[in-house]
Every structure is written in C-alpha cells, then in structure tokens.
T-cell receptor
C-alpha cells in the first residue's frame, strides 16, 4: 500500500540556518504530495503541495520538489526563524480510478529553532 | 468560508462517561475524515465518509467508538464508555473532489479529550 517515510526528529537549528526535512514515498498510482505544518495547540495546515513530477511547491520561504525518479519530496528553507518551530508532516493522496483516495501521512518531524 | 469547525475544543470527563465530538465540514466538501493524534501513535485515521456514507472505518479502535454523518454539514464521533487511553486530540478534516481538485485536506483545530 501507499506509505510515507520522513526523517525522525527533533531537528534542532539556530535561527537563519538552512533546513532540510527528508520525505520519501511509495505509491501505486499518481499521487499528489503535500507538506502540512502543525503549530503548538493547533490543527494541521497545508504548507505547500505538488501534483505532478518536477512540480515545485512553495510557501512562506519553504520549498519542495516532486521527484518521481527518487520518489522524494524533501522540504527545504534557506533561513529558518524561531516562528517556524512546529511539527511538519509529509503526506500523499493517491489518485485512483474513482478520484483521490485517503491522505497518507508520515509520522511528523518536530523542528525546534533557537534564537 | 469559516473552515472546518469542531466542538468542543476541550473536554475533560471521567472514565465510563459518554463523549460526543462534533464537526461541521466546509460547505460543498464531500469527504469528511476523523483523525486521532497522540504522542505515542501519532496521527491515526479513524474513519472517513463520502457524501455522508462511511467508506472506511478500519481505523476505529473498537466498538466503543462510533461515527455518524446524518447530513452534509454535520458529523459526530462518539465514545461510549470512555477510557483514559482514549485521551488524545481528535481532528476532523474535509475535502472536495471535483475536476481540478488536488486531494488536499482542510483540518479543524481539534478537540482535546482528557479522560480521567
């Protein structure tokens, strides 16, 4: 079945450091890929998405490129801020014959950014 | 749009009591999902509906859990009787499936349940 694997956390960085959170997936169809972010005490919010190979999703300085050849969707940011401290979830939604199936989430990676 | 609305935001109850969590999906969305989040197990899909019909309830932990969607704008997740191990944050999410949609989910802010 479909699955998502993301790096374990926590990831601890100083402000203005470069961020990479790795995510790889397995899927039988043609998935859309997502990164969701969860700030403390809140629900999950969509951060960015990509719907086909080589698409780059971007938002708030974060980027991720849909790499079909390596089945990856790594999240990057050039300069993190303390306010980026949150849990980040990689996810996929596979497109079957009847439309999108349920969203499959990774286990989440906690990011801690210190001043 | 107001987004996915969940209530209550916080619930503290005693073991054995019935708990009902409520969700109002985004208008026009035809899928509704219930998730549970704990430190130990992470984010778990409990059940999801399409056009008010339950499609997959394989994630419902046991018979104490039940979910209904009587109409397109309302769903409930009920736990009866509740146990301390049910303590978690329960999220509701909705999605629209139309031509051009990308499969993303929109989440509510969650209901934090504590069972003493």
């Amino acid at each position: 079945g479909d699955s998502v694997t993301q790096m374990e956390g926590p990831v601890t960085l100083s402000e203005e450091a470069f961020l990479t959170i790795n995510c790889t997936y397995t899927a039988t169809g043609y998935p859309s890929l997502f990164w969701y972010v969860q700030y403390p005490g809140e629900g999950l919010q969509l951060l960015l998405k990509a719907t086909k190979a080589d698409d780059k999703g971007s938002n708030k300085g974060f980027e991720a490129t849909y790499r079909k050849e390596t089945t990856s969707f790594h999240l990057e940011k050039g300069s993190v801020q303390v306010s980026d401290s949150a849990v980040y979830f990689c996810a996929l939604s596979d497109r079957g014959n009847t439309g999108f199936q349920k969203l499959v989430f990774g286990t989440g990676t906690r990011l801690l950014v210190s001043p | 749009d107001a987004g996915v609305i969940q209530s209550p935001r916080h619930e503290v109850t005693e073991m054995g009591q019935e708990v009902t969590l409520r969700c109002k999906p985004i208008s026009g969305h035809d899928y509704l999902f219930w998730y549970r989040q704990t430190m130990m197990r992470g984010l778990e899909l409990l059940i999801y509906f399409n056009n008010n019909v339950p499609i997959d309830d394989s994630g419902m932990p046991e018979d104490r859990f039940s979910a209904k969607m009587p109409n397109a704008s309302f769903s409930t997740l009920k736990i009866q009787p509740s146990e301390p191990r049910d303590s978690a944050v329960y999220f509701c999410a909705s999605r629209q499936d139309r031509v051009g949609s990308t499969g993303e989910l929109f989440f509510g802010e969650g209901s934090r349940l504590t069972v003493l």
